[in-house]
């Protein structure tokens, strides 16, 4: 059996305002081998957008634990979440997030430059290497206002891979793509999953695409309420419009 | 490291030449106000902490006798109070008395030239510590009647007189007093307060009258181990002693006069016409500075808040908070490295014109010029600037977390917390702009209202000789052979020629002791001229009351006056002071035959202008020394080239062995005179125009960024169904909060600031209510507009396009 990548028990997230307790997540448990491909699903406000953080490290779960790559990741400290962030998890964005004064290579390189002791030459390398793989080596010294939405979607995908990561995180990494642009990004998400056995976890509410990933995990009110492979889990539940391909 | 640093670099300049708004912006701002704080800095190190040029200079000690009551207010001594000061105080180690002696024509290599001297006492020497760059010091013997006759000369004079030749020691000069020995050239760094070419030995003691003669400073050195303190407490215990017989009149006299010691520096920068001037500058600098950083400091937080998307997001891709911080780092140096050089340029052009006076702001012994000091000034105020300016963003970012890094897209409206500091800045700038710029524009236009006040003269169209006589002339008969040859001249409208004393906007000072003749009348001392018949005319004084001299009057020595206007309210009350009596120290008892306009001797605050007595040249004598110096004002037709060394010409024909040390339009003698409070005028002036630019840009440029940056909110509003003009009142009623909490702010501050420089300032109450009423306009407007603009284009902007600014 492949090995576990993130393992998630109990997971809690509680929002506090002076009178109100919000809980965004109360209780999830989630486990992610190496080599899935994971969709997170639900209705807005279920709590995906939460999970996503927390498994980014990006935010402190309120309880429960969780262990990214066999590490306790829910207790690092601050400084060391930088560093477990860029060598384990690899981001993708809805709105891209490309640095607008950097070239396509150097956003790509950035990861690399964080990371720390890699050589120029190999640093060089490797991102003429991964950018060649999805096709955008052409476009190595233009900056992102000078390319299509997809194609910044591809080169954000490319900067989430060239460390390697354990895991890729999309949010909704279709979000702000049309259809043609999207079905690119989705091919290529897949083929990195077949081919090169990449592990991704992509949250997206866009049933259409929660289908072409392995497992779908549906969220409401904080909580994992379905875990299914694929199109088993529309047809377990053909009275919710959030997992109707066009649904609302 | 190395690869992630200049990664990081490269990305920090790129990042500064695609938007180069905040760089421009700064550097523009930090550039002026830098260069600024450097040319201010020059001349407050220069002036209050370079050392002067005497051994262990900060122990040194002026001793001052002053009569505040009289007018006398200048920290000088009589040579009775000296040697009386050497037996009675036993904290002093050493002291020596110094006096200006004037020039005097003296044959070296066969021609005449007007040297410098000054009479100092031998111990001078020893005092001040100074070492002879060539020969030995003057024995201490030469002080004394029967002592050898040796002196000193200066450097520059060994260099221009003697070609720097070393067989000039044991060469004699004649000052007029018989041939001196030259023993010791000072070295090249010597200055005091004046007259250096010569320093010839001080021969105590002397006559009477010349012993308690007030025209000496006195500086001394205390012995090891005595503070400044217990000097004054011996001074002050043997007060009563030391001047007794002189000038008091009863116990209630003495408590009225001042005999202390000071610091030497701070006496020496009293002497000289700079006051509080270096501070005053300096802190008008400091706070240009301040205004610049404000300003840049709140472009910074808003420039970063713009780019808080990227800062996030290099986090989440690994960048440590210590990374993102030194890219904003990074950010300052190519900043810094622009500031630098055009800091430099623009404190070297200031430094030029400085420079293009000349010898005009020469003060002694103060060496005014760019150094060293003023180069680091610009790098510790660059790099200290800068660290202040990214401080800010610097905390903002160390306070962000990471956990809305998935939702990148920001907040539509600025944060509660954000906003709260970015008016507090604002508020800063406006008082900071406000206070700058009233109390720059009402030092710069007192200056200048100063410098333009009527003189009560015409010195248009007129030339000033200084003529060294002969000691042997006839000073009266001399000065009007030389009237009477120039007048002969057709080029020459009139001519007239005052003798021994000063001419108003002279280089000396003189003053001259006087009173009502009523029993009991308080002594004042004011100026002192000693004209020829011809000189009113000449010089074109208007007579306000009563008359001229006649010609009669003059020749037979009446002992009659004329009085300016400012003397007869200082010692009468009143200026209808016509048929008067004056009792004139030294010289006898007048009367008032007319009074002139106020006369400007010097650039003054009015209420110390101690104001003019005009008495006729025949009527004086010989005052107990010879006027050996003469001036003659000449009126001349047509160009003032040919002028000049016809009027040389002239004079030195009509009295053989008569030095004429100087032909020069009164408008330059002027112009030289004040040439110091123009440069200040003209430098507060420059603090006042930067002050309005970076008040202007800093204001307008933080108000328009934080508008622009409350498009989203103006759409949201604007969804919600606010009109255009609710728009921008709300904005107009931001900005009016701004502006009346910086304004009054400002007021008070510009108050402070004038108030610190009241010493320094002229008509201040005539200028005061117009420089605060017009600085507060500006700035009152500047902020409006800044406020109004962005708010006009968005109230017209469609509400999509606002909600798409997010």
Known sequence: MAETVIDVIDLKKIYRTDQVETHALAGVDLSVRRGEYVAVTGPSGCGKSTLMAILGLLDDPSAGSYHLAGQDAANLRERDRAAFRNRHIGFVFQAFNLIGDLSVAENVALPLIYRGGIAKAERDARVDAILSEIGMAHRAQHYPAQLSGGQQQ??????????????????????????????????????????????????????????????????????VVDENFGEAVVALHPEDDNLVPGGK | ???????????????????????????????????????????????????????????????????????????????????????MIKGIADAGLWTSGGEVPVPIDGKPRAVAYSPVTPSWFRTLGIMPAIGRLPSLSAGRKDGPAEVMISYKFWQ?????????????????????????????????????????????????????????????????????????????????????????????????????????RPMIIALSSLGSLPYVLQGMALLLLGLAIVNAANLAMVRQRARNGEFVLRRVLGASRGEVMRLLLLEQIPIGVIVVPIAIVIAWLAQRGIDSFGDAIVILPFHLWFGWQAVACVGVLTFASLLIIVLFPLLQLSRRSVDSALGLGGKATIGRAARRVQRSLGIVQIVLGCALLIGSAGLGGSLYIALHQPLGFRPHH?????????????????????????????????????GFGTYPFSSDMEYSGARRTIAGAPTYHANMAIPEIGYFRALGLTIRQGRRFTRTEYLTGAKVAIVSAGFARHLYGTDKVVGRSLRVQGVGTYQVVGVTDPVIWRVAPWHLAPGTMFLPLRSIGKMGQPLSFVHVVVRYRGSVL?????????????????????????????SDHTAFRLIAA???????????????????????????????????????????????????????????????????????????????????????????????????AIVLIAAWCPAAAAANTPVKTLLDAS
């Open chain 2, 462 to 498: 007129r030339l000033i000789a200084s003529v060294l006589l002969p000691t042997s002339a006839d000073d009266a008969r001399s000065v009007e052979t030389i009237v009477d040859r120039l007048q002969a001249d057709p080029r020459f409208r009139s001519v007239g020629g005052i």
């Open chain 2, 682 to 780: 003209e430098i507060a002036l420059g603090f006042a125009f930067a002050a309005l630019i970076l008040a202007a840009l800093g204001v307008y440029a933080v108000n328009a960024l934080i508008a622009r940056s409350r498009l989203p909110e103006f759409g949201l509003r604007a969804m919600l169904g606010a009109s255009p003009s609710r728009l921008l009142r709300l904005a107009l009623t931001d900005a009016a909060w701004l502006l009346g909490l910086g304004l009054a702010g400002g007021a008070l501050g510009g108050y402070l600031l004038i108030r610190a420089m009241s010493p320094l300032l002229y008509h201040v109450r005539e200028i005061a209510p117009l420089v605060f009423a017009g600085s507060l306009i500006v700035i009152a």
């Open chain 1, 154 to 223: 591809r080169v954000a995908i490319a900067r989430a891979l060239v460390t390697e990561p354990d895991i890729i995180l999309a949010d909704e990494p279709t979000g702000n793509l049309d259809s043609k642009s999207g079905e690119a990004v989705m091919a290529l998400l897949e083929d990195l999953n077949t081919r090169k056995g990449a592990t991704i976890l992509m949250v997206t509410h866009d049933l259409h695409y929660a289908r072409r990933a392995r497992r779908i995990v549906r969220l409401s009110d904080g909580q």
């Open chain 2, 160 to 264: 221009s007189a003697y070609g720097g030749a070393t067989d000039v020691l044991g060469r004699t000069i004649d000052l007029g007093n018989g041939p001196q020995r030259i023993v010791g050239v000072l070295p090249r760094t010597y200055a005091f307060v004046g007259g250096n070419d010569v320093l010839s030995p001080l021969v105590l003691p002397l006559v009477a009258d010349q012993m308690n003669n007030l025209n000496y400073f006195m500086i001394a050195r205390p012995k090891p181990g005595v503070s400044l303190a217990r000097m004054n407490n011996e001074l002050q215990q043997s007060k009563s002693a030391i001047l007794q017989g002189k000038l008091q009149k009863s116990r209630h006299d003495f408590r009225n006069q001042i005999l202390d010691a000071r610091p030497l």
């Open chain 2, 1 to 87: 490291m190395r690869g992630h640093l200049s990664h990081d670099a490269t990305v920090a300049w790129r990042g500064l030449a695609r938007r180069p708004f905040y760089a421009i912006a700064t550097i523009i701002m930090l550039a002026m106000a830098i260069g600024a704080n450097a040319i201010a800095f020059d001349m407050f190190y220069d002036v209050e902490v370079a050392p002067l040029p005497y051994r262990h200079a900060s122990d040194l000690v002026m001793v001052r006798h002053e009569v505040p009551k009289t007018g006398l207010t200048q920290s000088i001594v009589a040579p009775r109070d000296y040697v009386r000061m050497m037996a």
């Open chain 2, 642 to 670: 040919p002028a000049l060394p016809q009027i040389r010409r002239i004079i030195e024909a009509a009295i053989p062995g008569s030095v004429v040390t100087s032909v020069r339009s009164y408008d330059q003698q002027i």
